[in-house]
């Protein structure tokens, strides 16, 4: 079993920046590639971004390109979602997901 925990949201203005954390702990989790979703009210889950176990790959939604960066800490177990130029449309829960499990997400609120 994994468990993961979201940290790092909050409320941040237009062209703003966050990082949001995803700390993992159990069975063998820096061997697994990590993935975000987002979920704003109303809407459906979104993927965000992904990274495979060695932080070499990653992926990103057309969204977020340029403006997110994922990375990865195996050494804490801990992946990253660096975001920059914020804009209210990023507004929502994130959640990280690895091997079929979920964080209980962090809310990201963009507003002025």
């Known amino acids: 079993q994994v468990q993961l925990v979201e940290s790092g949201g909050g409320l941040v203005q237009p062209g703003g920046s966050l990082r949001l954390s995803c700390a993992m702990s159990?069975?063998?989790?820096?061997?697994?590639?990590v993935r975000w979703f987002r979920q704003a009210p109303g809407q459906v889950r979104e993927f965000v971004t992904s990274?495979?176990?060695?932080?070499?790959?990653?992926s990103y939604a057309d969204s977020v390109k340029g403006r997110f960066t994922i990375s990865r800490d195996n050494g804490k177990n801990t992946v990253y979602l660096q975001m920059n130029s914020l804009k209210p449309e990023d507004t929502a829960v994130y959640y990280c997901?690895?091997?079929?499990?979920w964080g209980q997400g962090t809310q990201v609120t963009v507003s002025s």
């Open positions: 997901t690895t091997a079929s499990y």
């Open positions: 159990g069975r063998t989790s820096s061997t697994y590639a």
């Open positions: 990274i495979d176990w060695s932080g070499a790959i990653t």
